[in-house]
């Protein structure tokens, strides 16, 4: 039996299974393994993701994750990291 840790007050129980996601679609949009990326990580200035890098990531996320995003919502701060894509992300999960 596998233990589930309890959720802290105002976390999405979500956000892990969002980031992994955020992860997975990066790898495979890169095409390289991504073993240290953690929320923090920035996505142009640690991973050098380019414009055509975001929209296949978008594409894969949206495959991923069952969803639409409106690209006409995404601000340039919502792809400052994997933190940030991740909330903004959330709010489109039903």
């Known amino acids: 039996m ?5 959720t802290p007050p105002g976390t999405d129980a ?11 679609a990066l790898v495979e949009v890169l ?14 200035d640690d991973l050098d993701i380019d414009s055509t890098s975001v ?3 978008l ?3 949206e495959d991923g994750l069952d969803i639409e995003v409106d690209t ?3 601000d340039q701060h919502h792809l400052e990291s ?9 709010a489109y999960l039903p």
Request: glycine letters at 8%; hydrophobic letters at 50%; proline letters at 6%.
């Open 59 to 61: 594409m894969g996320l």
């Open 31 to 44: 095409g390289r393994q991504l073993p240290d990326v953690t929320e923090a990580t920035r996505l142009f």
């Open 72 to 74: 006409d919502e995404l």
């Open 2 to 6: 596998t233990a589930t840790l309890p």
């Open 82 to 90: 994997v933190g940030a894509l991740t909330d903004y992300l959330l």
């Open 55 to 57: 929209l296949g990531l």
């Open 14 to 24: 979500r956000r892990p299974d969002v980031v992994h996601a955020v992860v997975a």
